[in-house]
């Protein structure tokens, strides 16, 4: 069973299902996901600042947040992409997970505004990841302490980008400690187990996630392009390390933990956190559920493993 506090919600949801993502204009979807963020977002984590920016790369430029923690240990800087399946999600959706990540974890985190479809379809988001990661990881001392590991971090949709850019630069030299994908989808495809037995009722809907892919896609067909879907690489040797986070009653639960597997068999070095009775989305539900921040907790623990070991 789900956990009991979010049972009512996963009881609406299956009672009175959303509307299908067809029927809703996009800026209504945009504007309808900021809502129900900052109705769940509960007390805002202080940090010591949150500073507006931006990242310049080749031809464009995406904005960016910057969260500076009270206690900053000067370690590690997390490259954040945010979730909201390529389509609805911005710096505002996800500022109160940034916060509570960047203080449980003393480290700073940059927040990527990268660029979202219908109106930039696939690989738009994709080479905005790859490309900001080169960008940070060649200047991270304009953003963090000297010495500062780089972590590359995102969720749901965010986290794919973060495994594509991850995979795409591994022999580059680019000195990432490590990668976190928190809840990923990993393709438009969607067969697994769990995509089944979760399909609907559980706060992410398959069937919306694959009209999501659709207008993320536009006219790019090809899904087997590990790009698309990254289940699909056939080397990830040198990929770094990677903290794989998924939930016990989320639809994209087993591909997940088919992408850790699979970065194993590559002989990359990968930490599997299942979360009990959560779903997808869950670490942005601390004012409902106080076992999510918790979850938290341990994943910072995680994060300074990886740091220390690649720092030793």
């Not at 979010?6 to 204009?25: C, G, I």
């Not at 996901?33 to 805002?44: K, M, N, T, V």
């Not at 500076?68 to 390529?86: C, I, T, W, Y």
């Amino acid at each position: 069973m789900v956990h009991p506090a979010l049972e009512p919600f996963v009881r609406a949801a299956k009672q009175n299902p959303s509307p299908h993502p067809s029927t809703v204009s996009v800026m209504d979807r945009r504007s309808a996901f900021r809502d129900e963020a900052q109705s769940l977002r509960g007390e805002i984590q202080p940090v010591a600042s949150v500073i507006d920016g931006e990242i310049s790369l080749e031809g464009r430029t995406l904005g960016s947040r910057m969260y500076v923690p009270q206690n900053d240990e000067g370690k590690a800087l997390v490259l954040f992409f945010h979730g909201g399946s390529f389509i609805v999600g911005d710096l505002e959706t996800h500022d109160a997970l940034c916060r509570r990540l960047c203080t449980d974890t003393g480290m700073r985190f940059l927040a990527v505004n990268y660029r979202l479809a219908p109106e930039h379809t696939f690989p738009a988001s994709v080479n905005d990841a790859v490309d900001s990661v080169r960008q940070v990881a060649a200047s991270i001392s304009t953003y963090a302490s000297p010495g500062a590991e780089l972590i590359v971090m995102g969720d749901s949709a965010g986290a794919a980008l973060v495994a594509v850019a991850c995979a795409l630069t591994r022999c580059e030299n680019l000195a990432i400690a490590a990668q976190v994908l928190i809840y990923p989808t990993l393709g438009p495809e969607v067969v697994t187990q769990s995509s089944h037995t979760y399909a609907t009722g559980y706060l992410l809907e398959i069937d919306h996630l694959r009209y999501d892919y659709m207008q993320y896609l536009g006219d790019w067909n090809d899904h087997t392009d590990p790009r698309v879907t990254p289940l699909m690489f056939d080397d990830l040797t040198g990929a770094p390390p990677a903290i794989v986070v998924v939930a016990q009653f989320d639809p994209l639960r087993d591909e997940g933990v088919a992408y850790a597997g699979l970065l194993e068999h590559f002989g990359v070095r990968v930490e599997l956190l299942e979360a009990e009775d959560m779903v997808h989305g869950f670490l942005d539900l601390g004012a409902l559920v106080p076992e999510t921040l918790e979850i938290v907790d341990d994943l910072a623990v995680h994060l300074h493993r990886y740091v220390e070991h690649a720092s030793s």
